[in-house]
């Protein structure tokens, strides 16, 4: 089993900045696709970004951000092992969500990584608020 923990949500005023973090402990593989999803009231939960990481060293190979994102939202990881930060730049009152961590224990691609069903594993989510 995995276990995922999201924090940094909290408030902010538009074209703010938060940093989000996705700590994964449990069981290691050697692959990862991580994805970064939320959910705003009454919509449906979506992909914000999608990241490939190699297991062992948790050095990132690749990222896909969605267009509403792209250019403001980036993917990384610390110094320590096994945290994912999503930085959020420019913040929007539209960026305001539950944003939740999820991980699969291999690649995947294509439409697969906009399925909430490519991902086996979630954190419970954290709150972030973006007022105008």
């Known amino acids: 089993q995995v276990q995922l923990v999201e924090s940094g949500g909290g408030f902010i005023q538009a074209g703010g900045s938060l940093r989000l973090s996705c700590a994964a402990s449990g069981r290691t593989f050697g692959v990862y696709t991580l994805g970064w999803f939320r959910q705003a009231p009454g919509k449906e939960r979506e992909l914000v970004a999608s990241s490939r990481w190699n297991g062992i060293t948790w050095s990132g190979i690749s990222t896909y951000y969605a267009d509403s994102v792209k250019g403001r939202f980036s993917v990384s990881s610390g110094n320590a092992k096994n945290i994912v930060y999503l930085q959020m730049n420019s913040m929007k009152p539209e960026d305001t969500a539950v944003y939740y961590c999820?991980?699969?224990?291999?690649?995947?691609?294509?439409?697969?990584?906009?399925?909430?069903?490519?991902?086996?594993?979630w954190g419970q989510g954290t709150q972030v608020t973006v007022s105008s």
């Open positions: 999820a991980l699969s224990p291999r690649f995947i691609g294509g439409s697969e990584i906009y399925s909430e069903r490519g991902y086996d594993y």
